[in-house]
């Protein structure tokens, strides 16, 4: 199984990006699915989740500027990302498991990481 996270890219200050998620062997649907980045040189931190019933948890201040969405007929799901700043540059990785409750953090997959360059 694998889990692949794309749609990052280099944009500027107060832009937005739209990163993907989805799995190559079965539908994210009724999952919970992790958002976490890695800032360079820094350890990597959760951002959101989204839960089964599509209620979203926020781990990082980024409500009111990310938006995490479903799209159960494509079974993948978004992270809309607005109004970037430099701050928000790192690798950004989808991860889930098989419970649809993001209080649980222990993922059984994760995706490789895409990469978001924010700059001035």
């Known amino acids: 199984v694998q889990l692949q996270a794309s749609g990052g890219g280099s944009v500027h200050d107060g832009e937005s990006l739209k990163l993907s998620c989805a799995a190559s062997?079965?539908?994210?649907?009724?999952?919970?699915i992790g958002w976490y980045r890695q800032p360079p040189g820094k350890a990597r931190e959760r951002v959101l989740c989204?839960?089964?019933?599509?209620?979203?948890t926020f781990w990082a201040n980024v409500q009111g500027r990310f938006i995490a969405s479903r799209d159960k007929a494509e079974g993948a799901v978004y992270l809309e990302m607005h109004n970037l700043n430099a701050e928000d540059t790192a690798t950004y990785y989808c991860?889930?498991?098989?419970?649809?409750?993001?209080?649980?953090?222990?993922?059984?997959?994760w995706g490789q990481g895409t990469q978001v360059t924010v700059s001035s």
């Open positions: 991860a889930t498991h098989r419970s649809g409750d993001c209080r649980v953090t222990s993922y059984d997959w």
């Open positions: 989204i839960n089964s019933d599509d209620t979203v």
């Open positions: 062997e079965f539908t994210l649907n009724g999952f919970a």
